[in-house]
């Protein structure tokens, strides 16, 4: 309880905690990448959580993580944020990645201040899923003692379609949310040209990723009107055969696309091209030998990946391995939209939201 409550101190309060924060690298191959630390004031040999950022242009200085690691450090842990440049880049290159995580893992499991028996290793988002993959190889599952999977996604073609049209389903009951475009953004800046078809559609392509980019430097919701004169003046530089393409997946904030079985269909299409690209990005091959402790969360109104995606992977790997899956309205990794919670709400999605914390922070 007490790590939970210096936690919550650290979150509530950035700065209460007494912590150092120290810049470093690790080594990737002949490589060596930045990587930032942090840990509480003290000599004390104490667990270590590598922390992965998802698909970012800020990386491992967003806000938003770099206040998380702060708090996972506050609760007495050593905590490494590995900088992983092709997801800064926006690119997703999971054959990297996880060579990437490999490195990083046996990085802080080497430092003479971590437990080498208590390493956890959390993924958010796109790295969530990806921590699981790199999990199934023996070389990383020998070094960690648990995971932490917050918003992954267990099928493509479903966090394809929802990127695309904000629709999905479990278990036979559907939902429709505002998605993000943001996530068909990056979708699209990906694989757009290994859509038979499309393989000359490279300069939407471009247009696409420096859109997804610009989110990322000016850090608003990518919904918001702020990127309209950033798309008029990316649509200009367009041939007029290109530009219908792009307002399918960029329009105007004020006209968003209807053609929603177009959307559907052109998803279902770049998720195969991505499959064909990279077939890493599918993670069920992997999932059943995952042989370490995993804790998965996800927010109920997540607008880049849907929620019901969290619990498919966390039905996919073996049951003795799951600790526990929870969704929560209180975290969305890309924010809501007019929700509010009734008082009685708050107070249930509270506890609910700090159980999962207590499970994470005590997970390995």
């Known amino acids: ?45 104490l667990p270590g959580w590598v922390v992965l950022h998802g698909l970012t242009a800020t990386g491992r200085s967003h806000p938003s993580l770099v206040r998380f690691a702060r708090s996972v450090a506050a609760a007495g842990n050593v905590v490494m944020v ?23 893992v046996r990085e802080l499991h080497d430092r003479s201040d971590t437990d080498p028996d208590r390493i956890g290793l959390f993924g958010f988002s796109f790295g969530a899923t990806q921590a699981l993959i790199a999990a199934a190889d023996p070389h990383v599952q020998g070094l960690i003692a648990g995971i932490a999977a917050w918003g992954g996604y267990a099928d493509l073609h479903r966090l394809f379609v929802f990127g695309m049209s904000g629709q999905h389903e479990l278990d036979g009951r559907e939902w429709k949310l505002d998605h993000d475009p943001y996530g068909a953004w990056v979708m699209a800046g990906n694989y757009l040209t290994g859509i038979p ?3 000359n559609d490279g300069a939407v392509a471009t247009a696409l990723h420096e859109l997804a980019l610009e989110a990322g430097r000016v850090r608003a919701y990518a919904w918001e009107s ?9 649509r200009s530089r367009l041939e007029p055969g290109q ?15 209807r053609d929603v079985e177009r959307l559907r269909g052109l998803a279902h299409e770049l998720a195969d091209a991505a499959l064909r690209v990279d077939p890493l990005l599918d993670p069920s091959p992997f999932l059943d030998a995952v042989g370490v402790r995993i804790v998965f969360a996800h927010g109920r109104d997540d607008r880049l990946v849907p929620f019901s995606e969290t619990v498919r992977l966390s039905r996919a ?29 708050v107070v249930i999605e509270g506890a609910r939201f700090v159980h999962v914390l207590h499970r994470i922070l005590h997970l390995i």
């Open 317 to 345: 790997v073996p049951a003795e391995f799951r600790v526990s899956c929870s969704i929560t309205s209180l975290f969305d990794h890309s924010g809501r939209r007019n929700r509010q919670l009734r008082p009685g709400g």
């Open 197 to 199: 078809g499309h393989e």
């Open 226 to 234: 702020v990127y309209d004169p950033y798309k008029v003046m990316l």
């Open 243 to 257: 530009r219908e393409l792009f307002d399918l997946l960029a329009p105007p904030s004020d006209r968003p696309p």
């Open 82 to 104: 590995p900088e992983i440049p092709e997801w800064r880049n926006l690119r997703v290159a999971p054959a990297v990645t996880h060579e990437t995580i490999r490195a990083a």
């Open 1 to 45: 309880m007490r790590s939970l409550i210096r936690f919550l101190h650290e979150y509530s309060r950035p700065g209460a905690v007494p912590l150092t924060t120290h810049e470093t690298t690790y080594g990737r191959a002949d490589r060596r990448l930045p990587a930032t630390l942090y840990r509480p004031a003290g000599k004390a040999v």
